[in-house]
């Protein structure tokens, strides 16, 4: 009998001791927020556009995480994004949903200055501060702070906000991907451009 | 004798350098259009310091160096620059860029300024003055901007002058060596009083057997300077290469030479130097081979800097239709989408084959993995690896693969029996791991400007009540001190509360009124008074309120419902007013009307009664007068009856 008691009261005094140890390791090392949120704004694009139907990128990110959206709602990020949000969660990458937008070119606002009316509206929409004028002032974009999320375009009363294509310059172009030929797709010799003999 | 070093990997392509005959400097007569790029160098572009229309001599400055890593443009020969705009330039892309056109005159008169000096009375700091003025940006290939390149704190203990030219057909440098190898040697000489303590090795290739002779006779008196002859081997120019030939130290990953203490400069970039500090010249010439099958006349031709391909090919009688145009080596260079572009300061080589000799390679094969390309790679990396990847978009991979630390040789390529362009792979994937690099970067910013920006937003919000906080804590204090003031004082919201629960208790207790007591006819005038009232309390708000949303005060909206009550307020008294008016008859025209002719009346029998005639007037004009004033005072009465009957219409209804 003795040997029953004493083997529950060592049992009960071990779950004590190590129940204790647990419970004050969750509150020492308690992480506060959800990392995964972290680490999937890390991979969004920042442009802070709302295609995704979200006021940012983070509250997508938080959505994400709590698998209330899919992966595939962010046209700035594209296919690449899609692509990195899929390898970090662990889940099949979706073609990207075409109700939040299409993928294109990365672009960037510019304002006709001689026809805006110095009305501020783009500058309250702009959620990187990157429009800078005052009232009844000429505004503009500062070019390299602009994202392109296209949210300034909407709030302008004289539409005098262009989204450009972002051109290529010397600095930013780069070689295209080289076109795999095979043997069987033979056919009479063209000298594309980068078809350098090495 | 120096112990030499190797490096792994290398190839040993068909040398071909014989066709442009080195070891001869061929003139070109001047063109009559130079294009010289603002950005022939690594680093930023130049900035223009001459407009349109403007004279120029030889070697004036026409481009001023912008920042550290940057470096001076100048007149190629004198003339008068046509234009500062964008023109297609010597670049993969085709891509256009900053240049500055300048239309020769045929004098070639060198700019005032340049003028020689004897090097021994300058100091180092005039010497390193002179070399950033000439804008000399490495002639080898890269064009970084020597100056720069000199500038480091790190000490010096080896200068290395390469001399190796490594690439197949070119035979610039080679010919370079043959011709100046005094202004080498005393550009060597120069650097060396610069570096202190510095020896210097100048590395040539053994398959340039005159130009080591030559060479090797001009260091003959100087002790300090060593020419070193290495096996032909390709990639033994690069620089990486190089240092592990001579040294057998490998440059650390993101480090550069000088870190092992060494310093790398090409055999032109020396005689650059040279001229710069000895003659005053800047860079504005170079010699570029033009070789090839397809060219008649191949050579080594010294040409200005700005020089359209187009031109320099005409000159050699070069045959383009057909052929490729390469720019650079055979290894490492690349075919120029479009030749009407200039030569610039880093233009080592121009290359017309036929296509047999350089036949471009249509179809590559499946890779069969047999790793000969890694055997080949001067860099020790895993070629078959990045091409893997780098054909899967891998690029996050890739990176840990270290393609950055890929030199673009192209050694890889050349061994590949599946004939795969591997080297445009990895250009490919350097772009895209250079641009999503970019775009990480880019986003990073954004993130932060829109989390501050959110902040900012808050704060205001959280300011805003703060202060109305403060405005409500102020106004109860105030409140407190007046009721302290005055102690006997009832507390006036209470006294105002009692009052309201009386009145409402007196109302509970009366009987209800009638109807029709309710609605007793308001009299004209109170209607009136009630009316101005509300119309000024009304005006008054509407100030308080302009006023207030200038000031730029919080809680306007209050104010606003104010003003919004006091106009529909005002809106039911002017109602009620012109319904009681048109309910009693009332006419408020006809009354003005009738007060008008009243007044007119009144005023006109005042007049006669003043104008009475005096005594010593004659009884006619008495008698006139009397009649008139007469005559007035009935239409007066008769416009008082009129006017009293307009606004009283019940007594006259009485009546």
Redesign the interface.
Known sequence: MDILIYAVAALTLMALVFGGILGYAAKRFKVDGNPIVEQI?EL?????CGQCGHP??KPYAEAIANQTDPINRCPPGGE?TIKALADLLGVEALPLDAEAGVDSVRKIAYIREDECIGCTKCIQAC????ILGAAKQMHTVIIP?C?GCDLCVEPCPVDCIDMLPVP???Q???????E????T???P???S?????? | MRKLFDFPGGVHPAQNKQQSNPGKVLELPLPQRLLVPLSQHIGAPAKPVVKVGEQVQKGQLIAQATGFISASVHAPSSGTISAIDAFPVAHASGLEAMCIELQTDGQDTWHQDIGSADANTLDDQQIRQRMQAAGIAGMGGAGFPSSAKLATDKPIHTLLINGVECEPYITADDTLMQVHSADIIAGANLLLRLLDQAKCIIVIEDNKPQAITVMQQAALEHTDIEILVIPTKYPSGGEKQLIENVTGKQVPKGGIPADLGILCQNVATVKAINDAVYLGQPSIERIVTVTGNGVKQPGNYRIRIGTSVDYVLQQCQAETHANPVILGGPMMGFQLPNTQVPLVKTSNCLIVPDPQELPGKDTSMACIRCGQCEVACPAQLLPQQLYWLAKSDAFDKIEQYNLMDCIECGACAYVCPSQIPLVQHYRYAKGMVRQQAAETRQAEHAKLRFESREQRLLDEVNAKEERRKARAAAAAAAQAAKRAENPGAEDPVAAAKARLAEKKAAEASAPPKKAAEVQVPANHKDLKTAAAIVRTKLKKASKAFADAQAAGHDNTDKLQAMVTELEQRSEAAAKALADFESNMGLDPEAEKLAQVTWAKANAQVRKLTKAAPDESASDTEKSEHQTALTAAQATLDQAKAHLDSIKNPSQEAKS
Do not use: F, M, Y
């Open positions: 704004n969004l694009p920042q442009t802070q940012g990128c690449t959620p990187v501060d990157a702070e994202t290529v310059t010397s930013t172009w780069h070689w295209q991907k080289p795999q030929l095979i043997a797709d033979r056919h010799r063209v000298v451009q980068g078809d350098i003999p090495a």
